[in-house]
């Protein structure tokens, strides 16, 4: 009878230590984003004078380049013409109110749309991003077409 007692006594122990109400494993790590409150957001879609024709949509970023000593821009469009090359440009100003191009022109590389409509596009200027402002990214039809806007979007600025 008491090696039952021990038996049952070990095995009480071993499952008390088991579920330990006050163990508790280490929280998540939450890796800190230096950008989180420095990125500019924007959705981008066609101008309603172009509905029925074109329909394009896509989203667009500003933030602090990798080394914080410049501007790193980012573009996606969908629902585009397969294989079309569209210029773009972030501008000061909003949607309809263009106050110039914000960096040079020749920094950003036309986006390319692939079989599915989709494109993607980035450009690095060598600015510091700005913290205040208006600021919009505008898509160009083509290079040879480049007074008609096909998608348009006001960058948000960061939050706090």
């Known amino acids: 009878m008491p090696n039952h007692r021990l038996l049952t006594l070990a095995v009480m122990t ?7 109400p006050f163990k508790h494993d280490p929280a998540s790590v939450v890796s800190r984003d230096a ?3 420095t990125r500019w ?3 981008l879609v066609s101008p309603a004078t172009l509905a029925g024709a074109v329909q394009m949509n896509g989203a ?3 933030q602090p380049s990798t080394n914080s000593e410049g501007t790193a ?9 397969p294989g079309g090359v569209h210029p773009w440009q972030v501008h000061r100003g909003q949607c309809g109110a263009d106050e110039g191009v914000f960096g040079s ?3 950003y590389t036309p986006i390319k749309i692939g079989d599915d409509g989709r494109g993607e596009a980035t450009a690095t200027l060598p600015m ?13 039809a083509s290079a040879a077409d480049a007074q008609l806007i096909v998608a348009c979007g006001n ?5 706090l």
């Open 128 to 140: 510091m991003t700005p913290t205040t402002g208006s600021y919009f990214v505008l898509v160009h």
């Open 155 to 159: 960058l948000a600025p960061p939050t």
């Open 105 to 107: 022109a020749e920094a």
């Open 35 to 37: 950008n989180l409150n």
């Open 73 to 81: 821009l980012s573009l996606s469009l969908a629902n585009a013409t």
């Open 14 to 20: 071993l499952a008390l230590a088991a579920c330990n």
């Open 60 to 62: 667009a970023e500003m």
């Open 41 to 43: 957001h924007a959705y």
